[in-house]
C-alpha cells in the first residue's frame, strides 16, 4: 500500500511563496499520475494541478502562471511550487496518486496553507 505525506504547508502573506512537497513510500517513477488537490472550508475539494507519469501537466484556471508542479523520481516525491499566494489559496493541500489507471486513488494526510496579511 503506497503511503503519501505532505510537508511544507503554513502562514504566508499575500504575494509570497511556499512549496509543499509530497513524499511517497515507494518508487513513483511508474505511478499513473501524481497531483495536488486543495479544500478550502465549507468547498468541495478541487484539483490544483496534475502531473502524468510522462511529465505532462494540468493546472486548474485558478492557479496557472503562479504554481508549479515537479515529480522527482529520485527522491519518490512531487513538489508544488506555489508563488504570488492570494487569499484564496487559504486551503488544506492533498497529495494524490493513482498508480495506474484502473487503481484507486490513495491520498496523503494534508497539509495546512493560510495566506493572511
Known amino acids: 500500500q503506497v503511503q503519501l505525506v505532505e510537508s511544507g504547508g503554513g502562514l504566508a502573506q499575500p504575494g509570497g511563496s511556499l512549496r509543499l512537497s509530497c513524499a511517497a513510500s515507494?518508487?513513483?517513477?511508474?505511478?499513473?499520475?501524481m497531483g495536488w488537490y486543495r479544500q478550502a472550508p465549507g468547498k468541495q475539494r478541487e484539483l490544483v494541478a496534475v502531473?502524468?507519469?510522462?511529465?505532462?501537466?494540468n493546472y486548474a484556471d485558478s492557479v496557472k502562471g503562479r504554481f508549479t508542479i515537479s515529480r522527482d523520481n529520485a527522491k519518490n516525491a512531487v513538489d508544488l511550487q506555489m508563488n504570488s499566494l492570494k487569499f484564496e489559496d487559504t486551503a488544506v493541500y492533498y497529495c494524490?496518486?493513482?498508480?495506474?489507471?484502473?487503481?484507486?486513488?490513495?491520498w496523503g494526510q494534508g497539509t495546512q496553507v493560510t495566506v493572511s496579511s
Open positions: 502531473i502524468n507519469q510522462g511529465g505532462s501537466t
Open positions: 494524490n496518486t493513482k498508480i495506474s489507471p484502473f487503481s484507486p486513488a490513495v
Open positions: 515507494g518508487s513513483i517513477f511508474s505511478f499513473y499520475v
